[in-house]
């Protein structure tokens, strides 16, 4: 990320919403934002002209043990500035108000992030699990996560015509 | 009265056209499609997770296996990501080897997307053609790191090994026959009535439509958006090159295929450019060797073969990254595929598959 | 010698064993029974032994096209035993039945095909006077024989329990029977020319005059275009597109029933290259060699042709291969009809 | 004109039918692998080696399992070597990383086998063994001078002070 959004913007945001937070001491401040608000900051991100932030490049999730944390990262192509825009959420029911009434393309991205570390998007147009099983419990990419032990499959072997349990 | 109704055809995952392992629900009136639904994950083997337990060197050879045709953009684009991470300034000697080896892989992986959209269509001497000619290409590779598929070549903070002295010859060799066997493509596949007659007017998507689905790479430019990172980013040393970003025009599948044919010419021009001025030194950065990037994160992207691929790391402090996560260009552009199957025919769904050019790898991740 | 080089080599033999068996049984009656089942057996040898012989063929010419080396270890430096290698392996193979599906229908299906395809053999002159059974209505009864391979297609595609089968088994009804019409309106144009409906007076005036290639280019097109839609071969292989629809009306069938299929494409195949001679080529006619020799090349040249147009095109799409057959060869064989008609007008005028 | 593409189509493709062909007979023709080529089975030079198991903490996914023994002058010896190459990634970090050039490649690629049990390759040879016996007896009865050709540095005083043979079995650091 080359060029981040500067100070002036920054402060033009927080004054829209002052919820937003971000540390103005970083080179390359996160604007953290309340999930309420967070489709209302993107689509002002997306649509005001000072802004311009018109692609999502990217939607991820990361898992701080006590919070999870739902990133963001914004892309004005033409200024070609960045945004980082992260939502705190709490561990245990982590719902977040899903963006693909903003950016569509976010779509499979969520679904990715609602397989893989559990956090429901509400509103989402076909929330369900995209990589894993259907029928798969719980979320790999939680650090609490423990994976079974495999099943034990029994290996075979053939002796004349017959199969027999190896071990 | 006789009644008709709709029914699903479930193509996948094992299909001989479905590029690996996707599956895809056709609902089907007849022959025409009403909506296709891709069904992702079995080639899943949670290479996110996987690099969360492994050191940020060890974690190289894993994203080999992403996109596994073009794996030196995989090395590339992760290595480049944790370069910045822990503020690695890479030799220059390095950054050309880089982008040699990038393009050059480029030029093999659309070489597959051609051989497997002409496989497809049902034209399977289009794709001995094209692989017989990628050949070339991995034998260079073979010559520099010594492995054909997983090359795990470029390395945080530099490449591998330096160039064997036969590569720039070798290389020119190979690059003097790229506009040889373009010219045999373009009269195999190209010229075709039938090929033509089978992408033209196929799968279109509006400008609109392929930012909506959030579309990057070779997709996004055949409907005339030339949003190239190598352009757009100018990263690495891809803004000392003069190339062009082909675009296409109407969005359909034979723009798709027109854009990445040009591309590969547009390659060669990169790959002969950065041999003229290899510059000498060193292609390591010196850096320890149990690499702990300061604490913090990273959004950083390269141009993948198949469009955006983004790495972002996040970093604690210690020798492993917390949390990985690929933003894998074939994934997100599967979006698309809904819209592009939808109203044409079942011979059309495969193209349509095809010209999205996935790569399970790397849609599973 | 003069003799045979007049009648040509298989009427001789033919003419020779008769009188042997004449002088062995003496009785007409049931010469006559042993001569046609002689005759059954060795056209059920050609059609064996083309299918053998094509299956690698076909591996061999498509290798040679995709700069490949095809099959080079079974049986020598050329693989030549490889077909036979291939038929062991289909027969030990497991023969799958499908559950739930109609198992009357479908296992006769296979069978059904290979009729049709088998009874086209019958009316195709060899050689001068070497027709199994020269029947004044020849084309007619052709035609109507090699349109009943639309049924079996069907059959298979219904019976496999299978979506991928049933869109192969609609696809073919909708090719097959689209490609008919062509076919016989590209005919046309050589029965008038030689007002026969008999296939041994069409290679007659062949002999007699000059190949219909040279009076019919527009129809030999056509009817090489058709023929390949009818052999469900590539650019027309919608069939079976294995991109597609895996192998469509086949895809359930493994083992010897699978065999039988492909059996039935390669009788096909030498079908319509015996056809294409037949009616364009001259069929058997040619200087010095024996006619039966002229007859092989010319048919095996045609397969050539397939072969190679098979393995360099891609394939069309249902709607392209329909409006193809309707709008364009169609209407384009009517005109060579007509054409046809004013030009046969103006010669008598003449 | 329509049909002009496919008649330059066909003209290729019958080009190529007479033309040069790609095909290598593989088990009589065989490709010479390149300098780096990476694969087959891993080897050792046991009498380079330094047992300082870098390779095995170096190697991404625990492929390599390795025991070490340290004689009467505390000089360390690998026991045992097995390379899993059901595990391995052939990513040659276990090769680059190693100081005295011991380990490399076989650049044998033929190396499929019918059961997964036999991926599992023990690098170290009998000959390595009965060396390995040897110099430990050599070590136990003449304590001072080490008898073994130094091929390679000393390793560090990171070697378990215990005087007497002991099985370390090294795990991948966590």
Request: glycine share 8%; proline share 6%; hydrophobic share 45%.
């Amino acid at each position: 990320m080359k060029n981040y959004i500067g100070a002036p913007l920054l402060s033009a945001l927080k004054e829209a919403f002052p919820a937003a937070e971000y540390d103005s001491e970083a080179a390359q401040p996160a604007v953290y934002i309340p999930a309420a608000e967070l489709t209302a900051l993107l689509i002002f991100l997306r649509d005001d002209a000072r802004f311009g932030f018109a692609r999502l490049e990217n939607l991820t999730s990361a898992d701080y043990k006590t919070y999870f944390e739902m990133v963001y990262h914004l892309f004005a192509w033409g200024p070609n500035v960045w945004i980082t825009v992260k939502v705190k959420l709490d561990h245990d029911a982590p719902v977040v108000p899903s963006v693909t009434g903003v950016f569509p393309g976010a779509e499979f991205e969520e679904r990715e992030v609602y397989d893989l570390m559990g956090i429901e998007f509400s509103g989402h147009p076909d929330l369900r699990r995209i990589l894993l099983a259907e029928d798969f419990t719980g979320h790999p990419l939680r650090k609490d996560y423990k994976q079974a032990a495999p099943p034990r499959v029994p290996r075979l072997r053939r002796e004349g015509g017959r199969v027999y349990a190896a071990d | 009265m006789p009644q008709t109704e709709t029914y699903i055809l479930n193509m996948g995952p094992q299909h001989p056209s479905t590029h690996g392992v996707l599956r895809v629900n056709l609902e089907l009136d007849g022959e025409k499609i009403l909506r296709a639904t891709p069904m992702m994950g079995y080639l899943h083997r949670g290479i996110e997770k996987l690099l969360e337990s492994r050191t940020y060197i060890q974690g190289v050879p894993y994203t080999d296996r992403l996109d596994y045709v073009s794996s030196m953009n995989n090395n590339f684009g992760y290595c480049r990501a944790v370069e910045e991470l822990a503020g690695i300034e890479v030799p220059a000697r390095a950054e050309y080897i880089r982008v040699i080896m990038a393009e050059l892989n480029r030029i093999a992986s659309h070489q597959v997307f051609i051989g497997s959209l002409a496989n497809d269509l049902g034209a399977s001497t289009g794709m001995l053609y094209t692989f017989r000619d990628r050949e070339e290409i991995l034998d260079l590779f073979d010559l520099v790191c010594g492995a054909r598929m997983t090359f795990h070549y470029i390395r945080v903070g530099g490449v591998a090994r330096n160039l064997p002295p036969e590569f720039a010859e070798k290389c020119r060799k190979f690059l003097d026959r790229v506009p040889e066997f373009t010219e045999e493509y373009a009269n195999l596949l190209m010229g075709n009535e039938i090929f033509q007659r089978r992408l033209k007017g196929v799968s279109r998507l509006t400008p609109e439509q392929a930012l909506a689905h959030n579309m990057t790479g070779p997709n996004i430019r055949a409907t005339g958006i030339p949003f190239d990172l190598r352009k757009v980013d100018g990263y690495s040393v891809y803004p000392q090159f003069a190339f062009e970003v082909p675009v296409g025009e109407n969005g359909d599948n034979w723009d798709r295929f027109r854009v990445r044919f040009r591309e590969i010419t547009e390659s060669a021009r990169i790959v002969r450019q950065a041999l003229e001025g290899l510059p000498e030194g060193p292609v390591m950065a010196k850096f320890p060797k149990m690499l702990k990037p300061p604490k913090g994160e990273v959004f950083s992207r390269t141009e993948g073969t198949r469009g955006e691929l983004g790495f972002y790391i996040v970093s604690d402090g210690t020798a492993k990254p917390y949390r990985v996560h690929i933003r894998r260009p074939s994934f997100i552009n599967m979006q698309a595929l809904d819209d592009m199957c939808r109203g044409y025919l079942i011979g059309d769904s495969v193209v349509a598959f095809s010209a999205i050019d996935p790569l399970m790898g790397e849609v599973d991740c | 010698m003069n003799a045979m080089l007049e009648n040509g080599i298989v009427v001789t033999v033919a003419g020779v064993l008769r009188e042997y068996l004449m002088l062995l049984f003496g009785n007409q009656f049931l010469t006559d029974l042993i001569m046609k089942f002689i005759g059954l057996g060795a056209l059920i040898g050609v059609i064996l032994t083309a299918a053998i012989v094509f299956t690698y063929a076909e591996r061999k010419v498509c290798a040679l096209i995709q700069v490949r080396l095809g099959p080079n270890r079974v049986g020598g430096r050329f693989g030549l035993l490889q077909p036979f290698a291939d038929m062991l392996k289909l027969m030990s193979k497991e023969d799958i039945i499908p559950a739930g599906c109609d198992r009357v229908v479908w296992a006769l299906s296979p069978m059904l095909l290979f009729v049709p395809s088998a009874l086209a053999y019958a009316f195709f002159p060899f050689d001068k006077g070497a027709v199994f059974a020269d029947v004044n209505v020849g084309i007619f009864l052709l035609i109507a024989i090699s349109s009943q391979a639309v049924l079996p297609f069907l059959m298979g595609g219904y019976a496999s329990n299978s979506k991928y089968a049933m869109i192969g088994g609609m696809r073919t009804v909708a090719q097959m029977l689209s490609y008919e019409a062509p076919m016989v309106f590209s005919l046309l144009g050589i029965v008038m020319l030689t007002g026969s409906l008999k296939m041994s007076d069409i290679v007659a005036v062949q002999a007699d005059n000059v190949w219909f290639v040279l009076l019919q280019p527009v129809a030999f097109v056509i009817f090489v275009i058709t023929a390949t839609a009818e052999t469900n071969r590539t650019p027309f292989d919608l069939v079976e597109g294995e991109s597609e629809i895996v192998a469509g009306a086949f895809s359930e069938y493994s083992g010897m029933r699978w065999a039988l299929f492909f059996l039935a494409e390669y009788a096909n195949l030498l079908a319509v290259s015996i056809l294409t001679t037949t009616f364009f080529l001259g069929g058997w006619s040619g200087p010095v060699l024996p006619g039966v020799v002229w007859f092989g090349l010319k048919a095996v040249f045609m397969v050539f042709v397939f072969m190679w147009l098979r393995w360099t095109f891609p394939r069309t799409r249902i709607d392209q291969m329909l409006s193809l057959s309707w709008k364009v060869l169609l209407p384009l064989a009517l005109v060579n009809v007509m054409c046809t008609g004013i030009g046969i007008y103006i010669y008598r005028l003449l | 004109m329509f049909g002009k593409g496919l008649i330059t189509g066909m003209g290729i493709t019958i080009r190529h039918f007479f033309g040069k062909k790609a095909t290598f007979c593989y088990p009589e023709e065989k490709l010479t692998m390149t300098e780096h080529f990476r694969g087959g089975h891993l080897t050792i030079d046991y009498k380079k080696c330094i047992a300082c198991q870098l390779c095995a903490i170096q190697c991404p996914n625990q492929a390599i399992k390795l025991k070490v023994v340290t004689d009467a002058n505390r000089k360390r010896h690998l026991e045992s070597y097995v390379h899993s190459m059901g595990r391995c990634l052939y990513c040659d970090l276990c090769i680059e990383g190693c100081a005295p050039h011991a380990l490399s490649w076989d650049k044998d690629y033929e190396i499929s086998t019918w059961h997964k049990e036999d991926l599992v390759h023990q690098v170290m040879t009998d000959e390595d063994r009965s060396y390995l016996a040897e110099v430990m007896t050599q070590a136990a009865a003449n304590p001072t001078p080490p008898p073994v050709p130094k091929a390679a540095p000393k390793p560090a005083a990171a070697a378990p002070p215990a005087a007497k043979p002991a099985d370390t079995e090294v795990k991948p650091r966590e």
